[in-house]
């Protein structure tokens, strides 16, 4: 039987259940070993989002929070542990030994704060998008490889279990050839309640945000503006989870009048729609994905974003014929949400022990997307 181990705590409960209790040396060498995290921004998904995924984790411990509202910092620093609470991130940058920064914060605010903190962490993760327009995001790209930071952005879908399983079997197949090419891609994100009672417990001591520096708004007209910056923080997701699954570069081709599809085509000339909210739901959550071959398809269903222990689920088809019986199978996969496994891999990522699953050089082609989606919009 494989075992995989995501904590200390496993391996400690694994060693004292076979071997006897942990010995305090050992525990010492464990705790060393603990990757150092630093929070900046621990508002309302700083905290559910991701801190909460951070101090539950064994290999890392969150040693400091750098929130301009101190009231609401000392909150939470109270409710999670955290020893250390400052004002900026500079001040803690300065102060602390960090092995990683989480830095959430709304995305106008990466281009004026991110090209300071790059020189200062050797791994910072940001929430997507990388930035507003692809300008900017071309600058924090390049900013990031100057100062050889490794910016993960957090695509939290292609942590989720389900995902992680689909492009397992997306990649099989495509090396394989058994079920033909890859043909056409499907997914469908209807607007719904995407924090599913994800904000329970939320702390907020108050306190007055100062002025921040926001990226200024690109050369258009207010209402096309609104329509640019309401795509790229609703459906980059879709943007960014369609190249995942293509596995390749790819242009916006179509969007029709009543603004639902959005047709793309690959570098090899694979065709993929995006259906943006083609109906609406109130309590429910059905992002779906279609990755169709010649011979079979994957099927995969997301949970609301801040769902927590419930991870998306896939249906494999397969039906190769010459004599094969078809099959169908969905595979049983592990209680952990994306958030949570996103976590697991940024720490992985500080440790270098994996590549993170979307950097800043790769955040900006779904900025390129958009601006390719916004110009077809403009001229339906």
Not at 85 to 110: C, K, P, Q, W
Not at 124 to 130: G, Q
């Amino acid at each position: 039987m494989m075992v995989i181990w995501n904590s200390f705590t496993d391996i400690r409960w694994y060693r004292k259940s076979n071997f006897g209790p942990t010995t305090a040396g050992e525990e010492r060498i464990a705790m060393s070993k603990r990757v150092r995290i630093g929070f900046v921004g621990v508002g309302g998904m700083g905290q559910m989002a991701h801190l909460r995924n951070y101090v539950t984790n064994d290999e890392c411990e969150v040693v400091a929070i750098a929130e301009v509202r101190r009231p609401t910092a000392e909150l939470v620093a109270e409710r999670y542990g955290v020893p250390k609470v400052y004002s900026s991130y500079r001040e803690m940058t300065d102060a602390e030994r960090l092995d990683g920064v989480v830095a959430i914060m709304n995305f106008t605010l990466h281009a004026g704060l991110l090209p300071d903190l790059y020189p200062r962490a050797a791994n910072v993760i940001t929430e997507k998008p990388l930035a507003a327009s692809p300008e900017a995001g071309r600058k924090l790209a390049d900013a990031a490889a100057k100062a050889g930071c490794t910016h993960m952005v957090a695509y939290h879908k292609r942590s989720d279990p389900a995902t992680q399983y689909a492009k397992s079997v997306i990649d099989q197949w495509k090396a394989s050839g058994e079920l033909g090419k890859l043909k056409y891609i499907r997914i469908t994100m209807p607007s719904g309640d995407w924090v599913a009672n994800g904000m329970i417990g939320r702390l907020d001591g108050g306190g007055e945000l100062p002025p921040l520096e926001k990226e200024p708004p690109m050369n258009l007209p207010e209402e096309v503006q609104r329509k640019y910056v309401a795509f790229v923080n609703y459906y980059i997701h879709q943007v960014n989870l369609m190249r995942h699954f293509l596995g390749e570069p790819y242009k916006a081709r179509f969007v029709d009048k009543s603004d639902v599809i959005l047709t793309v085509e690959s570098a090899s000339g694979v065709c993929g729609v995006i259906e943006m909210t083609p109906y609406q739901t109130t309590l429910e959550w059905e992002e779906q994905a279609l990755i169709a071959f010649e011979k079979g398809y994957i099927k995969l269903k997301l949970p609301a974003p801040l769902a927590v222990n419930r991870p998306g689920a896939v249906e494999i088809y397969r039906d190769p014929a010459k004599g094969t019986t078809p099959e169908r199978i969905t595979p049983t996969l592990p209680w952990v949400h994306a958030m949570r496994q996103q976590a697991i891999n940024f720490v992985k990522v500080c440790k270098g022990e994996m590549a993170p699953p979307c950097d800043a050089a790769e955040a900006l082609e779904d900025l390129k997307v958009a601006r390719e989606y916004l110009d077809l919009w403009s001229r339906r």
